[in-house]
């Protein structure tokens, strides 16, 4: 088992910069993110949950939603349990709570439904909110 929790949401302006850290702990063997393919996700109010992105395990493999994709970039730190989101030219629309989402095994999904289906991961964290104003 392993827990998530990230950080790093704010209000910010359209066009600002912001980097969300998603950190995993665990007492059990493994609980460390180097075991795990890690995807980003967020929910703004009244919407579904959508998919951002995801990184496999090494950091060779990234996808990225269509919505971010030039804005938006994922890397991780397995040393010490970490991924991140960096975020630039931020929009209104980006405005929503963000989650990071694991999944046991570094080997990314071969299709882009099976990455971008939350029910692919189990395990998450509590999500960070960030807010763009204009």
């Known amino acids: 088992q392993v827990q998530l929790a990230e950080s790093g949401g704010r209000l910010v302006q359209a066009g600002d910069s912001l980097r969300l850290s998603c950190v995993a702990s665990g007492s059990t063997p493994g609980s460390t993110l180097s075991n795990y393919r890690t995807a980003w996700f967020r929910q703004a109010p009244g919407k579904e949950r959508e998919f951002v992105g995801i990184?496999?395990?090494?950091?060779?493999?990234?996808f990225y939603a269509d919505s971010v994709k030039g804005r938006f970039t994922i890397s991780r730190d397995n040393a010490n349990s970490l991924v991140y989101l960096n975020m630039n030219s931020l929009k209104l629309d980006d405005t929503a709570v963000y989650y990071c989402?694991?999944?046991?095994?570094?080997?990314?999904?071969?299709?882009?439904?099976?990455?971008?289906?939350?029910?692919?991961?189990?395990?998450w964290g509590q999500g960070t909110q960030v807010t763009v104003s204009s």
């Open positions: 990184i496999s395990w090494s950091g060779a493999a990234v």
């Open positions: 989402a694991a999944a046991l095994g570094g080997v990314l999904p071969p299709s882009s439904r099976s990455r971008s289906n939350p029910n692919q991961y189990p395990f």
